[in-house]
């Protein structure tokens, strides 16, 4: 399985509008296209910032979509009034506790790695990261998107609601601090989310 995130440096302003379009115009002709499996939106309402990932069966399927993505594209960048940032990802994990309610919410953590350790690190994350999210309170998924070449991954944990995600950031901090201790990867960032959208049919991956 693989994705294609579209980070959006938007207008604070803007996201119900880009929100809208995102829901009614975008998704509908994604998942129209050929080996598409769903569409999920993020969004921090206080910085703009939004990430809308595609999911895909395929790397071959992600990118024949590549020209039937790019109006759509385009004009988000329009209805957001910000500039765009584009990634591809293989999906290497997906675990579901259970679905994400409304109202919930998405940590993301972007950490770089030598591309020669990618499989000690997706080894280490199944192992030891997963098992101790699932016993985090309000914990429903956790996904690990990597970019195997570059060596870079975004790892993402999503919880009921917000007050679940920030009773669990102390917990998080020491799990990335012994998690980088232990596979020498490095944290560019950190950021947390409001789940807009929760549409992606990934199976699960663990």
Do not use: K
Not at 47 to 64: L, N, Q, Y
Not at 128 to 136: A, G, K
Request: include cysteine; charge should be negative; hydrophobic fraction near 45%.
């Amino acid at each position: 399985m693989y994705a294609r995130s579209t980070t959006i440096h938007g207008n604070p302003q803007a996201i119900d509008d880009g929100l809208t379009y995102v829901r009614d115009e975008v998704m509908p002709a994604v998942q129209e296209m050929d080996g598409c499996v769903g569409l999920s939106m993020l969004a921090d309402r206080d910085t703009g910032r939004c990430i809308v990932t595609s999911a895909w069966r395929d790397a071959d399927a992600m990118h024949r979509s590549a020209e039937g993505v790019r109006p759509l594209r385009d004009r988000a960048a329009e209805v957001f009034g910000g500039q765009l940032e584009v990634h591809e990802w293989e999906i290497a994990v997906l675990h579901r506790l259970h679905e994400a309610p409304e109202g919930a919410c998405t940590r993301v953590t972007w950490i770089s790695a030598e591309p020669d350790e990618v499989e000690h690190v997706l080894d280490a994350y199944r192992m030891t990261v997963v098992p101790r999210m699932e016993e985090m309170s309000g914990f429903c998924s956790a996904s690990l998107f990597i970019s195997r070449g570059e060596g870079r991954a975004a790892v993402a944990a999503t919880f009921e609601n917000r007050e679940a995600m920030e009773r669990t950031r102390d917990q998080a901090q020491a799990m990335r601090e012994a998690f980088a201790m232990s596979t020498g990867v490095a944290i560019t960032e950190v950021a947390e989310f409001d789940l807009l959208l929760a549409h992606l049919r990934v199976p699960e991956m663990a």
